[in-house]
Nanobody, 121 residues
């Protein structure tokens, strides 16, 4: 059974940085597409960053240049480095396995429980 657990969220001031981690079990992430999504308060879930089996990455336009997705295949752990954080980055952040891009059906993926990121101005 595939399980994902996010960590690293918290409260930070605008301009600060956070590094989210997603520990996995039951999956070899070097063979999987992995992704980070977020859900701002009162809004729908949106894709943030994606990484495939060849380590090719994709980002949503608003995060490009500020966020970096990476993975440690030896630890089967996914990361999201977030720099220059803005108040509008406040959201619950989720990692997902089996999601290759924003067009992938979310129902085909396995999701973690999320970690809260709050950015104050």
């Amino acid at each position: 059974q595939v399980q994902l657990k996010e960590s690293g969220g918290g409260s930070v001031q605008a301009g600060g940085s956070l590094r989210l981690s997603c520990a996995t079990s039951g999956i070899t992430i070097r063979r999987a597409c992995m992704a980070w999504f977020r859900q701002p308060p009162g809004q729908g879930r949106e894709g943030v960053a994606f990484i495939d089996q060849t380590d090719k990455t994709k980002y949503s336009d608003s995060e490009k240049g500020r966020f970096t997705i990476s993975k440690d295949n030896a630890k089967d752990t996914l990361y999201l480095q977030m720099d220059s954080l803005k108040p509008e980055d406040t959201a619950m952040y989720y990692c997902a396995a089996g999601i290759c891009d924003a067009d992938t059906d979310p129902r085909s993926g396995v999701w973690g429980q999320g970690t809260q990121v709050t950015v104050s101005s």
